[in-house]
């Protein structure tokens, strides 16, 4: 039966009990209209809440649900990796149970993928009623992103996207440790498509994205997919290097010509730009290594707690 499931819907959850069982309902009113047999896969990413009984009680009334919950809060990216291994159907969407991307917009995304031989269409955002730093701090990540990086990430897009089953087979095969979804998927370079859409504010309930996680998210999509602060580093240091040669050579020639500035102000100034210098190449490095540090550990990305359906 598994085979023969037409669309697979990839719901991560993180403390959504307010907006769940509305999520539900519009969700599988857009379903219904396209007559498909499909699974939702709920995957509760360590909620605190009442989420995952909340997705029990749905499992009760609909048995093309399957529930996951994690042993804590593993990340919004490894909530996609639980539900990329379980899923196996011709078309995958992902989407939030936030409901700042409207489930209706499913229709018009199938529609889009198979009438037109895609491999992946993304929801793109026309206008956004999100505040005015997630807003203009979600655009200045692109641009950098998209400036540093081989990897182009269409702007205006988040994980809210349909892929093929094509996809969905390279993305099972990816043993990433710090998955990025949002750039794998277009690395991957399938033919692709796009449907505009206005994104709503979050109705009830309180985001899961706070601005450390943000943070984080950033430093860690850019390592992921640019070697240029690498590079950076190692520019830096040559520039470093000739600078301090040219200054050792000034010194020099003030000591012979006896012309020697007196007072330790200036060497204290000169050893602190060197140092900081020399502290920011560590700091880049130090990602790097981080990123190689979590790849030889090979912990699992995600603990299973339970698992209905």
């Known amino acids: 039966m598994e085979n023969k499931i037409k669309l697979s819907v990839i719901v991560p959850c993180y403390n959504e009990e307010h907006n769940l069982i509305l999520f539900f309902k519009r969700l599988i009113t857009t379903l219904k209209k396209l007559s498909i047999n499909y699974k939702i896969y709920f995957i509760d990413d360590g909620s605190k809440d009442n989420t995952w009984n909340i997705i029990k009680n749905i499992y009760l009334d609909n048995k093309d649900i399957i529930g ?46 198979t009438k037109e031989n895609l491999n992946v269409v993304y929801a793109k955002r026309k206008k956004s009623s999100e ?51 949002r750039a794998l998927i277009p690395w991957m370079g399938f033919k692709s498509g796009m449907v505009e859409f206005e994104r709503s504010n979050r109705e009830r309930g309180e985001s ?21 602060p690498i ?8 520039i470093m290097a000739f600078i301090f040669l040219m200054t050792s050579f000034y010194a020099l020639y003030s000591y012979i010509t006896g012309d020697v ?40 990305n995600f603990i299973i707690d339970e698992k209905i359906g």
Not at 148 to 175: A, C, G, H, Q
Not at 273 to 299: C, D, M, T
């Open 208 to 228: 899961g994205w706070s601005y450390s996680k943000m943070f984080n998210f950033t430093i860690s999509a850019i390592v992921n997919f640019s070697n240029i």
């Open 261 to 300: 500035v007196k007072g330790w102000t200036s060497i204290f100034l000169i050893i602190c730009f060197f140092n900081i210098i020399v502290f920011f190449l560590i700091g880049v490095i130090s990602e790097y290594i981080g990123k190689i540090h979590r790849e030889v550990k090979n912990y699992p």
């Open 68 to 113: 996951v919950k994690f042993s804590k809060n593993f990340g919004h990216q490894f909530a996609l990796s639980a539900g990329f291994q379980l899923a196996n159907s011709e078309y995958v969407l992902i989407l939030d149970a936030d409901l700042q991307d409207p489930p209706e917009l499913l229709e018009d995304m199938y529609i889009k993928i």
């Open 231 to 238: 590079r950076l580093s190692f520019f830096l240091s040559i």
């Open 131 to 181: 505040n005015f730093f997630k807003k203009y701090s979600s655009k200045f990540f692109y641009k950098i992103f998209n400036f540093l990086s081989d990897v182009k990430i269409p702007e205006d897009t988040s994980d809210f996207r349909i892929i093929d089953k094509k996809i969905l087979k390279e993305i099972k095969n990816i043993s990433e440790k710090d998955p990025f979804y």
